[in-house]
T-cell receptor
Framework: GDSVTQMEGPVTLSEEAFLTINCTYT??????LFWYVQYPGEGLQLLLK?????DKGSNKGFEATYRKETTSFHLEKGSVQVSDSAVYFC?????????????FGKGTKLSVIP | DTEVTQTPKHLVMGMTNKKSLKCEQH?????MYWYKQKAKKPPELMFV???????INESVPSRFSPECPNSSLLNLHLHALQPEDSALYLC?????????????FGNGTRLTVT
């Protein structure tokens, strides 16, 4: 079956530091990949997505590139802010109609200190 | 602001109570989902509705009863819950069933069973 492995953290960074959260996956089909962010007390928000190999998703300064050769989708940001403190989930959704299931990584808690 | 609205935000209920969680979206999405999220864990799929028909029930106990009155509304009826059912209940929707259609989540209902 499909699986997602991401660094669990917690990760603590100083403001303006560079962020990388590693994510690797296994899938039987041709999945789409997503990063979701969950701020304290809230639901999950879609941060970015990539639907095929070599696609780069980007949003709010965050980027991730779908690497089929290394089955990876690492999340990066050049300069984090205190407001980026949240839990980040790497998520896989297999292709094709009827592909309801999302496969979640365990989540990485990021704390950014001033 | 989330485009998926859930009510109530918080709910405390006894084990003999009957209550309902409500979810609404006006994005024209045809798939709607219920997830359960325990603290420090990723969400777990409970139910999926596609075109207002129940498509997936992930072996959820019968004390949870979903309902989809129309394409914009999703309810979760609760009865005779147990303390271990305390969690964040998330509703989500997606445009269709295809793998590259991301899910949009609401902010959830924080349920406490006493």
């Amino acid at each position: 079956g499909d699986s997602v492995t991401q660094m669990e953290g917690p990760v603590t960074l100083s403001e303006e530091a560079f962020l990388t959260i590693n994510c690797t996956y296994t899938a039987t089909g041709y999945p789409s990949l997503f990063w979701y962010v969950q701020y304290p007390g809230e639901g999950l928000q879609l941060l970015l997505k990539a639907t095929k190999a070599d696609d780069k998703g980007s949003n709010k300064g965050f980027e991730a590139t779908y690497r089929k050769e290394t089955t990876s989708f690492h999340l990066e940001k050049g300069s984090v802010q205190v407001s980026d403190s949240a839990v980040y989930f790497c998520v896989l959704r297999d292709s094709g109609a009827g592909s309801y299931q999302l496969t979640f990584g365990k989540g990485t808690k990021l704390s950014v200190i001033p | 602001d989330t485009e998926v609205t859930q009510t109530p935000k918080h709910l405390v209920m006894g084990m003999t109570n009957k209550k309902s969680l409500k979810c609404e979206q006006h994005m024209g999405h045809r798939a709607m989902y219920w997830y359960k999220q325990k603290a420090k864990k990723p969400p777990e799929l409970m139910f999926v509705y596609s075109y207002e028909k129940l498509s997936i029930n992930e072996s959820v106990p019968s004390r949870f009863s979903p309902e989809c009155p129309n394409s914009s509304l999703l309810n979760l009826h609760l009865h005779a819950l147990q303390p271990e059912d305390s969690a964040l209940y998330l509703c989500a929707s997606s445009q269709d069933r295809t793998g590259n259609s991301p899910l949009h989540f609401g902010n959830g209902t924080r349920l406490t069973v006493t």
